[in-house]
């Protein structure tokens, strides 16, 4: 961060009178920031965006300013000292502004792995920010919280008319069966015999007919049994509640807050993770009404964090300790327990976006399993056609998705393999792709271990 004072031109006293008179105007010099403001909107997304925003006061200050306020200060170059280490500062009892620092929050702001360089491109890029405008209903999203009505498979209608038509054959045949009797009862005969033996000569007088009828109705019974075995944890579809009602369109397409800011362990973990009540807090500590439930919802996080918001500070109890508890949330994807996934492999090593497993989040209130079709009408998937989250869906994506292992540095050992042997590259490479399949991808182990 490169501060400099604005100094007057050589020149006549007038015009010199004129360029230096604005200046005492105010009660400091005017400074300015050099640095790339484009590269530091990466650095600050990355480093600064959960507890800062350059406009809002969140976990900690806004920013905007804060290179004139420590300059004010006389304590311009110690603002380095300060983002890279905050607390050895602090410590070293050499920043007036730093001990009044300490006294707006009580955390104090994690050290950041961050050059002189960067801080400037950082500030450069709060300098110039400007809140986006965006015009009420036009910003591309879902309208949060609409009640869903599930669309109807139509079976219900044919099950109806099926039973419509039943009951038809039954009063029809109750009608002849009457007719018959009465008939019967007119010309009554010596040749008295049961129903069940009429039953049973009418049977056998049309042998051929209940024969084809019987193999129809078993075959029709055996495929709606293996339709229904089919079905067995195939969960498309499901969403379930959640003790907070939450709404990824508001988050994920509103606000555009990226997946791994909450669900931080996906690239590190089998896990992808769920945002803990402290993620949560970073900014509902600052925003505390919603636009569709008010604050009812957030105060069931600040209830979670053991968090006051009228006197903004945390609820202890007699040992000193927040009193708070977690936020116990429904799990959504669920796999059988003999079955290994991990995200890191497929998010971080194979470079799979998270739309080919989990669909358009940005337009899902809550979590949800979205269905292969939802999936297949996104740009960029891999095509499939089995149930998400089967056994076939898995193999099926690991048939079809190519691997690029010559711009991955997880594959550079199969590489190396491949190059030294001409025929086996040969073989890899009949189809101008590897597929995961290829790599072993089909290999019982890999998930079921």
Same mark, same amino acid.
């Not at 300790?321 to 977690?326: L, R």
């Given at each position: 961060?490169?501060?400099?004072?604005?100094?007057? @031109?050589?020149?006549?006293?007038?015009?010199?009178?004129?360029?230096?008179?604005?200046? @005492?105007?105010? !009660? %400091?010099?005017?400074?300015?920031?050099?640095?790339?403001?484009?590269?530091?909107?990466?650095?600050?997304?990355?480093?600064?965006? !959960?507890?800062?925003?350059?406009?809002?006061?969140?976990?900690?200050?806004?920013?905007?300013?804060?290179?004139?306020?420590?300059?004010?200060?006389?304590?311009?170059?110690?603002?380095?000292?300060?983002?890279?280490?905050?607390?050895?500062?602090?410590?070293?009892?050499?920043?007036?502004?730093?001990? &009044?620092?300490?006294? @707006?929050?009580?955390?104090?702001?994690?050290?950041?792995?961050?050059?002189?360089?960067?801080?400037?491109?950082?500030?450069?890029?709060?300098?110039?920010?400007?809140?986006?405008?965006?015009? !009420?209903?036009?910003?591309?999203?879902?309208?949060?919280?609409?009640?869903?009505?599930?669309?109807?498979?139509?079976?219900?209608?044919?099950?109806?008319?099926?039973?419509?038509?039943?009951?038809?054959?039954?009063?029809?045949?109750?009608?002849?069966?009457?007719?018959?009797?009465?008939?019967?009862?007119?010309?009554?005969?010596?040749?008295?015999?049961?129903?069940?033996?009429?039953?049973?000569?009418?049977?056998?007088?049309?042998?051929?007919?209940?024969?084809?009828?019987?193999?129809?109705?078993?075959?029709?019974?055996?495929?709606?049994?293996?339709?229904?075995?089919?079905?067995?944890?195939?969960?498309?579809?499901?969403?379930?509640?959640?003790?907070?009602?939450? !709404?990824?369109?508001?988050?994920?397409?509103?606000? &555009?807050?990226?997946?791994?800011?909450?669900?931080?362990?996906?690239?590190? %973990?089998?896990?992808?993770?769920?945002? %803990?009540?402290?993620?949560?807090?970073?900014?509902?500590?600052?925003?505390?009404?919603?636009?569709?439930?008010?604050? &009812?919802?957030?105060?069931?996080?600040?209830?979670?964090?053991?968090?006051?918001?009228?006197?903004?500070?945390?609820?202890?109890?007699?040992?000193?300790?927040?009193?708070?508890?977690?936020?116990?949330?429904?799990?959504?994807?669920?796999?059988?327990?003999?079955?290994?996934?991990?995200?890191?492999?497929?998010?971080?090593?194979?470079?799979?976006?998270?739309?080919?497993?989990?669909?358009?989040?940005?337009?899902?209130?809550?979590?949800?399993?979205?269905?292969?079709?939802?999936?297949?009408?996104?740009?960029?998937?891999?095509?499939?056609?089995?149930?998400?989250?089967?056994?076939?869906?898995?193999?099926?994506?690991?048939?079809?998705?190519?691997?690029?292992?010559?711009?991955?540095?997880?594959?550079?050992?199969?590489?190396?393999?491949?190059?030294?042997?001409?025929?086996?590259?040969?073989? @890899?490479?009949?189809?101008?792709?590897?597929?995961?399949?290829?790599?072993?991808?089909?290999?019982?182990?890999?998930?079921?271990?």
């Amino acid at each position: 961060m490169k501060l400099y004072i604005r100094k007057p @031109f050589k020149g006549n006293w007038v015009i010199l009178a004129l360029v230096i008179f604005p200046l @005492f105007l105010g !009660s %400091s010099w005017s400074f300015a920031v050099e640095g790339d403001a484009e590269a530091g909107a990466a650095l600050f997304k990355n480093n600064c965006a !959960s507890c800062h925003h350059p406009l809002k006061r969140q976990t900690g200050p806004a920013l905007k300013g804060a290179v004139q306020r420590w300059a004010d200060a006389g304590e311009a170059e110690l603002l380095y000292r300060w983002v890279k280490n905050a607390g050895a500062l602090i410590s070293s009892g050499e920043s007036s502004r730093a001990k &009044e620092m300490e006294s @707006f929050d009580p955390s104090v702001m994690t050290p950041q792995a961050v050059n002189d360089q960067e801080i400037d491109n950082i500030f450069a890029y709060v300098e110039s920010f400007v809140e986006p405008a965006r015009a !009420s209903g036009d910003d591309g999203c879902a309208t949060p919280y609409l009640i869903k009505v599930k669309e109807s498979s139509g079976r219900w209608k044919m099950l109806l008319v099926i039973a419509v038509i039943l009951a038809f054959v039954i009063f029809a045949i109750a009608g002849v069966n009457r007719k018959l009797k009465e008939v019967s009862d007119e010309f009554d005969t010596d040749d008295d015999q049961t129903y069940l033996e009429l039953l049973k000569d009418w049977l056998w007088k049309n042998k051929v007919l209940v024969s084809l009828i019987t193999i129809i109705v078993v075959l029709i019974g055996l495929a709606d049994l293996g339709w229904r075995a089919g079905q067995i944890d195939v969960n498309e579809g499901y969403m379930p509640s959640q003790p907070v009602k939450f !709404s990824h369109i508001i988050h994920a397409c509103k606000n &555009e807050i990226d997946c791994k800011y909450c669900h931080s362990s996906v690239e590190k %973990s089998k896990h992808a993770g769920i945002p %803990s009540v402290n993620i949560c807090m970073n900014c509902h500590r600052s925003i505390q009404e919603g636009t569709y439930f008010k604050g &009812e919802e957030i105060g069931k996080i600040h209830e979670a964090a053991g968090y006051d918001p009228e006197s903004n500070s945390y609820q202890l109890d007699e040992n000193g300790e927040v009193v708070g508890h977690p936020i116990v949330w429904n799990k959504v994807h669920n796999l059988p327990d003999h079955v290994y996934f991990n995200h890191s492999q497929h998010v971080k090593v194979g470079g799979i976006d998270c739309i080919q497993c989990h669909g358009d989040v940005q337009t899902y209130d809550g979590g949800k399993v979205a269905s292969v079709q939802e999936i297949n009408k996104l740009e960029g998937v891999t095509k499939l056609t089995k149930p998400v989250l089967t056994m076939g869906w898995c193999l099926e994506c690991h048939n079809e998705t190519d691997v690029d292992i010559e711009k991955n540095d997880y594959y550079n050992e199969i590489h190396a393999r491949l190059k030294s042997n001409p025929e086996l590259l040969k073989q @890899f490479k009949g189809d101008d792709k590897i597929t995961v399949r290829e790599l072993g991808g089909w290999e019982c182990a890999k998930c079921h271990y």
